[in-house]
């Protein structure tokens, strides 16, 4: 009769056979957890937010079932299952919760929009109540997948590099799943189309599963063993303190250098796509790396403490590129841009980049993972509880630094100490490894005695580490405030850009350069600010990496008709929400109007309206002067006195979670292409804003017409007229050059009585109206209304096939990161003037101004903008 040695040998070598089937399994299960993971985070943000802190709690959600869920397995499942069985049904489970999360988000989501308003603490509360009902059960399942198949595995160094292998196989599937959902199915098809993919990939997983499980040779070594035992390793706390470390050092990094990167690239859906998967396949390349290590001779102990230690030159690695490389390189994006197929092209330039920028550190932070399941094993030990220990430790230190890093660190502290952090928890993580190992006692037949064997180098290695981590942090800078201004143009501008940040009272004027000089630059919880000043006297706020306002007189020409024609086109309007306060000149247009009385700004980062907004005092009439102080507040002018009130909240959470109506909502967020913004265009958002309308209302809309093309500018006027199907476009062009627009939308439509409006602007009490539009342009009524371009009703063939953007897909911020790097405005322009029909329902009053207005619509300079035989058009026009 076969011994019990023999009999579980016989049991290994027949299940080695099976691992390389489970490894591809688990490609399969990282590329469905991944594509999850990017669907979930989209249509959550829609029900709790865009901001930094819903992310937080979404992150947190995520990663804290996978964290439950790999302790729990080996609690709760008992030993005797077969271990394909359990993954299968892990596996199962997923793909049925994934596809029932279509119908649970929207469900918990209306409920958390009928009864959670406000932005207290109470909200966030709720915010993380939503997202752990809508997370942690699927999640669950995924944090149980590794530690259920790891119970296939023997406890030797082989079966323990096959863990990691395992684990670098999910991540491997993961940079799939990112980079298809990414480019591909989210692109192309939608939400639900997407999870069906990824619940598709969780059944052919689970029934391959199943199937290996049914094989009469698929026996998991150790099954008839009586139990497994606890590990008595004394120094196991310092692997488990260390992974943790590692684990937030992981995360924390991921957060800093996706912030930085985003600007220097641009941050497009692709761009956060192609970040993710860089880090992901340097993380699965050390795991693979480190699973081999953990088969030789080297004390995985010690390899765990050297990578900690590399990981300080890691970190300061990609400091050094991000600040000081980077920034330099020549490459003009609009040169490529433009070009035929130009966004591809651009795509591989962003992977090279991230590729050469954080590779490097990702790859040592892969390698600790099995690393650490090496030096933690132990003869006898359950390998689930093993793997579940590691992988929760791994997890929570994870969840730790992207909490700590995004929310506290960065807000408070910066990029350049957040990096410094880094380092000096990356020290002190190989410390924790090593040090002890200076301590380490051994039986002998005289009692215990040092362990000399690795002493004299782990001593040096601790010198280095001490050498190292003070003198590469203080390598760390904080960067060039130009890849805070222009983002990836930052090469294109270099020679212009002044190196030092100055007092705006220092800028030089009108010297005879075109020189800029960057006076006020910020690190906020939701995003990076600056404001510059150019020796030509234009000031202007940036964000995203590039500007989003400025008193340059085609922005400022905008901004006013933004705020101008919205409240002239109400009746007395009372009350007005300001979506994106930026400049604030929009904002501030509406302290002129005499009727309105009660002003909400809603921005989603607190630097604007705190510091950069004051900055601009002159243009907005100090609409948010003194707001740190004193928020809401009342401000007296010439019209009387106005209720100033800044919430500071993403606009479409503000939109979705308040019970007050307004007469006039402006909504002027940042560019299309941005990731997130789309959420602030679509169809949903339009009707939202819709339903918060009082009767008379209107709704007024930025869109761009520059870094973009037909097809974006295309789906963005579709969707807003579907929802406001007798809405207009107002065009800021000065000579036929498309450039920007305001999209307009009424419920009831549009009539404008011209002498009524004359009226009111030669009135005293809109003296300060008028002045203002004189500003920017507007001396005279027919000058404002000469902006007008189109009406949907005139559009709907130019529209024609473009694509509706809805809350299901979020196809904007696609099309739009297609097309950021074009500058097809002009075209676009024409495109819309070629349908061109005059209003004459729209307008009412005397004849004199109608043909006035009529006049300053039709000049040749906007007819030869459609490529239209002006003559002839002219010809038809005239009375």
């Not at 497009?268 to 001779?297: D, E, H, M, P, Q």
């Amino acid at each position: 009769m076969p011994s019990p040695t023999s009999r579980n040998t016989a049991q290994a070598t027949a299940s080695d056979r099976f691992l390389p089937p489970i490894l591809l399994l688990f490609i399969g299960s990282g590329c469905a957890a991944l594509i999850y993971e990017i669907v979930w985070y989209q249509m959550l943000q829609l029900v709790i937010g865009l901001t930094t802190i819903s992310l937080g709690l979404l992150l947190g959600s995520f990663m804290g079932g996978m964290c439950l869920g790999s302790i729990a397995l080996s609690r709760l499942v008992t030993r005797g299952r077969h271990p394909l069985r359990v993954y299968a049904c892990l596996e199962l489970g997923i793909g049925l919760i994934g596809i029932l999360e279509l119908w649970l988000v929207p469900a918990v989501g209306a409920f958390y929009s009928d009864h959670a308003g406000g932005h207290d603490y109470l909200n966030i509360i709720a915010r993380g109540v939503v997202a752990a009902v809508c997370l942690v059960p699927p999640t669950l399942l995924m944090g149980a997948t590794l530690p259920a198949i790891a119970r296939w595995v023997e406890m030797t160094p082989q079966g323990v590099s096959w863990l990691g292998l395992f684990y670098g196989g999910n991540i491997a599937g993961a940079v799939f799943g990112c980079l298809l959902a990414g480019f591909y199915l989210l692109r192309v098809h939608d939400m639900a189309t997407t999870t069906y993919v990824a619940a598709g990939i969780n059944f052919t997983v689970a029934a391959l599963a199943w199937a290996l499980a049914s094989d009469k040779n698929a026996v998991a070594p150790r099954e008839e063993s009586s139990s497994w035992r606890q590990p008595k390793n004394p120094g196991a706390w310092a692997i488990y303190v260390s992974i943790a470390l590692s684990g937030l050092t992981a995360l924390g990094a991921e957060v800093i250098w996706t912030r930085l990167l985003s600007l220097l690239l641009g941050g497009t859906v692709y761009t956060f796509s192609i970040i993710l998967a860089v880090f992901l396949f340097g993380l699965g390349i050390g795991s693979s790396a480190g699973s081999f290590a953990s088969r030789t001779k080297i004390s995985p102990r010690i390899a765990l403490g050297i990578c900690q230690l590399l990981l300080i030159a890691g970190v300061a690695w990609t400091s050094f590129n991000i600040s000081h490389s980077l920034p330099h390189w020549p490459i003009d994006p609009a040169l490529i841009g433009d070009i035929k197929n130009g966004a591809w092209y651009i795509f591989q330039l962003d992977l090279a980049v991230a590729l050469w920028t954080i590779l490097p550190a990702a790859v040592l932070w892969g390698a600790s993972f099995p690393l650490a399941l090496a030096a933690v094993a132990a003869p006898g030990q359950d390998p689930g509880q093993l793997v579940g220990g590691v992988y929760a430790a791994n997890t929570v230190g994870a969840i730790f630094g992207s909490l700590f890093f995004s929310i506290a660190s960065v807000p408070l502290w910066g990029t350049q100490t957040s990096q410094r952090i880094l380092i000096g928890i990356a020290a002190i993580s190989a410390f924790t490894v090593l040090g002890p190992m200076l301590f380490e006692r051994r039986k002998t037949a005289d009692g215990l005695a040092p362990v000399r064997g690795h002493a004299l180098g782990v001593s040096v290695l601790l010198v280095i580490t001490l050498i190292a981590a003070p003198l590469l942090g203080w390598t760390v800078s904080p960067g060039f405030w130009g890849a805070v201004a222009y983002g990836r143009f930052v090469a294109t501008y270099q020679g212009t850009l002044m190196p030092d940040i100055i007092p705006e009272a220092d800028v030089p004027q009108h010297d005879g350069t075109s020189n800029v000089y960057c006076t006020y630059t910020g690190e906020g919880l939701n995003g990076t600010v600056a404001v510059t000043v150019s020796t030509a006297g234009v000031r202007s706020f940036h964000s995203a990496g590039k500007v989003q306002a400025s008193n340059d007189p085609h922005d400022m020409r905008l901004q006013r008709m933004l705020g101008h024609l919205s409240a002239l086109s109400v009746n007395n309007p009372k009350s007005v929400l300001v979506v994106a306060c930026g400049a604030g000149v929009t904002a501030g247009t509406f302290l002129t109007n005499p009727s309105v009385e009660k002003i909400t700004i809603c921005d989603i980062e607190p630097l604007v309206p705190k510091y950069v907004t004051p900055m601009f005092t002159k243009e907005n009439y100090g609409i948010t002067d003194n707001v740190i102080n004193q928020n809401p507040r009342v401000i007296h002018t010439p019209s009387g006195d106005k209720t100033v009130t800044v919430v500071y909240d993403d606009g479409r959470h503000f939109i979705r979670t308040t019970k007050e109506k307004f007469d006039v909502i402006t909504s002027d967020p940042i560019d299309p292409w941005v990731k997130g913004c789309a959420a602030l265009n679509t169809i949903e958002y339009y009707t939202m804003c819709r339903d918060h309308l009082n009767p008379g209302g209107v709704m007024s809309l930025w869109i761009p017409f520059y870094e973009s093309n037909d097809e974006t500018a295309k789906s963005v006027l579709a969707t807003f007229f579907q929802v406001y199907p007798k809405g207009i476009l107002w065009s800021n062009d000065y000579t036929g050059d498309g450039y920007d627009a305001v999209l307009f939308g009424q419920p009831e439509g549009t009539k404008i009585d011209l002498d009524e409006w004359q009226t009111k602007l030669n009135s005293p009490a809109f003296a300060t109206v008028k002045q203002s539009l004189a500003e920017a342009g507007f001396a005279t009524l027919p000058d404002l209304m000469a902006t007008y371009a189109g009406r949907a009703e005139d559009l709907q063939d130019w529209m024609k096939g473009a694509e509706i953007n809805q809350d299901s897909n979020l196809r904007l911020q696609y099309l739009a990161g297609l097309s950021n790097n074009t500058y097809q405005g002009t075209a676009i322009l024409r495109g819309i003037l070629s349908h061109y029909k005059y209003p004459a329902d729209m307008f009412s009053g005397s004849d004199a101004l109608k043909q006035s207005v009529r006049q300053a619509i039709e000049t040749p300079r906007r007819l030869q903008a459609s490529n239209v035989d002006t003559s002839t058009t002219v010809a038809v026009a005239s009375p």
